[in-house]
């Protein structure tokens, strides 16, 4: 690591059913379904519907679907 700030905040996408099951404050894990070992926690925080397009011209600056991040980015909520 070589110091450098990240301060894109960490985002995880979730549908309709399991955001309404989860509460602010609440501590979630994080798991593969390949493992089941728990990778991660996250606190959750405020919870909100994502514009793909606001998002990804925010962060990579632009929303042009052929640049990686945004076409990942893309990938990801098509299939929750």
């Known amino acids: 690591m070589d110091g ?7 985002t995880l996408i979730v549908d309709d059913t399991q955001a ?8 979630v894990k994080l798991v593969a379904d ?19 397009g606001e998002e990804a011209r925010r962060v990579f600056k632009t929303d042009d679907p052929e ?7 893309w990938s990801v909520l098509q299939h929750t």
């Open 4 to 10: 450098t700030v990240w301060s894109i905040p960490i």
């Open 20 to 27: 309404a099951s989860l509460q602010i404050g609440e501590r």
């Open 34 to 52: 390949q493992d089941g070992v728990t990778d991660g926690l996250l606190e959750v925080q405020p919870i909100y519907q994502v514009d793909q």
């Open 67 to 73: 640049h990686p991040g945004v076409k990942n980015g």
